[in-house]
T-cell receptor, first 111, second 112 residues
Framework: AAGVIQSPRHLIKEKRETATLKCYPI?????VYWYQQGPGQDPQFLIS???????DKGSIPDRFSAQQFSDYHSELNMSSLELGDSALYFC??????????FGSGTQLSVL | QKEVEQNSGPLSVPEGAIASLNCTYS??????FFWYRQYSGKSPELIMS????GDKEDGRFTAQLNKASQYVSLLIRDSQPSDSATYLC????????????FGTGTSLTVIP
């Protein structure tokens, strides 16, 4: 069965650079979520999209933005990167707010 | 107070024993509850979902839900070393517009 696909798996950036993370949800899933998980912490909700429209916003910094495109893939854009942005970033998708299925994540390291 | 609370552990059980993981949540109106297993550096993997009061069994896993007490638990019978992971409780809270909130996770170690 198709799963949530994220790219890249690993990303190394320097402070003040920009990063773009991509997510392809499970086909026919109508909602995409972005989570940030620091070491030893629970996933923190950043933002979600329902049918390509932003539906909820969590603890997403103003330096970050996201969108969902017509083909349902989503991108998380992160600018002016800080050391504290180093984390695992997960994308998840669901159908009608049911179970969340996670992608493999992108490990972002800011040096 | 966090929306979803779990004992962080670590919890250690011998192989073959029952592991019991607990979770409480703040939104009385929540309807959907999930348990995820996460290995270090990997993504959370859904292992159980439960929506109504009582027990739900799936193989060696049993989820228990008590909405009156705002409590959900996960029992793992015949624990195996491969069950060693962090277990995340997640609640879909309607009060916040269908956001999924996670607990901080309970680290489980099954000792051979």
């Amino acid at each position: 069965a198709a799963g949530v696909i994220q790219s890249p798996r690993h990303l190394i950036k320097e402070k003040r650079e920009t990063a773009t993370l991509k997510c392809y949800p499970i086909p026919r899933h109508d909602t995409v979520y972005w989570y940030q998980q620091g070491p030893g912490q629970d996933p923190q909700f950043l933002i979600s999209f329902y049918e390509k429209m932003q539906s909820d916003k969590g603890s997403i910094p103003d330096r970050f933005s996201a969108q969902q495109f017509s083909d349902y893939h989503s991108e998380l854009n992160m600018s002016s990167l800080e050391l504290g942005d180093s984390a695992l970033y997960f994308c998840a998708s669901s159908f009608q707010d049911e179970k969340l299925f996670f992608g493999s994540g992108t490990q972002l390291s800011v040096l | 107070q966090k929306e979803v609370e779990q004992n962080s552990g670590p919890l250690s059980v011998p192989e073959g024993a029952i592991a019991s993981l607990n979770c409480t949540y703040s939104d009385r109106g929540s309807q959907s509850f999930f348990w995820y297993r996460q290995y270090s550096g990997k993504s959370p993997e859904l292992i159980m979902s439960i929506y109504s009061n009582g027990d739900k069994e799936d193989g060696r896993f049993t989820a228990q839900l008590n909405k009156a007490s705002q409590y959900v638990s996960l029992l793992i019978r015949d624990s195996q070393p491969s069950d060693s992971a962090t277990y995340l409780c997640a609640v879909n809270m309607l009060i916040t517009g269908n956001q999924f909130y996670f607990g901080t996770g309970t680290s489980l170690t099954v000792i051979p």
